[in-house]
């Protein structure tokens, strides 16, 4: 199945029925009183998760939803049926944004989340509810109102415990397919990741995390090199990230300024994104000697958390899993706990929303931009000219 984190879609709530008008008619009772029901009102789109979903893909092959109208109301006081809710089902993780006003509509985060996108029309009024006592035959009736249409971009930022973060080939996919169940493809050549994978990593016998691993981050990736952008989308629902640092790059490069570059587009992206907490992991170890680590860690003395491991061997890798599952630990019985906690948690997901919501707009703009300024196509006619 194709990956699409993004799509934008059209919503169309149903339309209310109308007001009847009718009078009651009998074969004895020549003039009855009214007795036109009022319509059924639309039906309202709503957006739910679904846990078995992992892309956007359908919704793009099926850009305009439509909601059922209600029924218009019919005589002796009966009542038009309402319009059926159309659910659509979404990915957990994905948020919710008006495409004209660029506001956030909402998350998805949760399966009992139930978000309405878009507000069904109000029914009609039938002539009967407009009797009064001077008024005893009205014929007056009111239509039902349009439904709410909305355009909306949905993005899906996966949900996850832990970001893989890194250079191409910095071995993120190998550990997470060692430290869990998940057989992301894995090859020596850079960007074979092209999709994020999740991966559950069960520390114990009764503690689990989520691990995401998404494409490796090149220099530009904060304005949209290599898709940067969209794959720096996926980081921000996580609460720790592991910078993996190969400690050998085949291309020689230094393995402190490539870290130095992804923190500088971490930073460019989002300030609160780089303010998460990072590990750094020096991968790759079985490739040099004990001296040359050494060497290397004392380079990075100035982190708060350095661990070196071999996916391959499986050196450090324990150890690392182990200290992560003990923080993540420590976070989910700190949030449970503290509400000052909770409002931070809720606050820096606030502002990193927003965050990626400035990142797509600007992406947009620059895309109208580019296309506006490309030249336009134009015939050439080559004359062979001939001597007189």
Not at 306 to 329: C, K, W, Y
Request: charged share 25%; proline share 4%.
């Amino acid at each position: 199945m194709n990956f699409l984190d993004e799509v934008t879609i059209t919503v169309n709530a149903g339309r209310g029925g109308d007001g009847c008008l009718s009078f009651l008619r009998r074969a004895n009772v020549a003039k009855g009183g009214p007795n036109g029901g009022n319509g059924g009102a639309g039906g309202s789109v709503y957006l739910v998760g679904d846990p078995s979903l992992t892309t956007l893909i359908d919704l793009h092959y099926k850009p305009i939803q439509k909601a059922s109208n209600g029924a218009p109301g019919g005589s002796s006081l009966k009542r038009g049926a309402d319009g059926k809710a159309l659910v659509i089902l979404v990915p957990f993780g994905t948020t919710v944004v008006d495409d004209e006003t660029l506001r956030v509509v909402g998350d998805v985060t949760e399966a009992n989340t139930r978000l309405k996108v878009a507000n069904g029309g109000k029914p009609g009024r039938g002539n009967a509810s407009f009797k009064t006592s001077t008024n005893r035959s009205p014929r007056q009736t009111t239509q039902g109102t349009s439904g709410e249409q909305r355009k909306l971009r949905l993005q899906l930022r996966i949900l996850a415990d832990v970001g893989l973060l890194g250079m191409p080939n910095a071995g993120k996919s190998t550990f997470l397919s060692r430290v869990s169940a998940s057989k992301p493809q894995i090859a020596e050549f850079p960007f074979t990741t092209l999709k994020p994978h999740l991966g559950v990593v069960r520390a114990n016998s009764d503690q689990s995390f989520v691990i995401a691993d998404v494409p490796g981050l090149i220099r530009g990736a904060s304005e949209g090199t290599g898709l940067g952008t969209r794959f720096m989308r996926h980081l921000t629902r996580t609460s720790i990230l592991l910078h993996l640092v190969e400690v050998k790059p085949a291309d020689q490069s230094d393995p402190v300024e490539n870290a130095r570059d992804i923190r500088k587009e971490l930073s460019k992206y989002s300030q609160t994104l780089a303010e998460t907490t990072i590990y750094t992991v020096l991968t790759k170890i079985d490739c040099i000697t004990e001296e040359e680590l050494i060497e290397i860690k004392r380079l990075f003395n100035d982190e708060r958390s350095v661990f070196a491991i071999s996916s391959h061997t499986g050196q450090g890798v324990n150890e690392l899993v182990d200290a992560l599952a003990r923080e993540i630990q420590e976070r989910r019985e700190l949030t449970k706990t503290d509400p000052d906690s909770r409002l931070a948690f809720q606050e820096r997901a606030d502002q990193l929303a927003t965050d990626v919501l400035a990142q797509s707009v600007a992406a947009r703009r620059q895309h109208a931009l580019e296309k506006s300024e490309s030249p336009e196509m134009c015939e050439v006619e080559f004359v062979k000219k001939t001597e007189s």
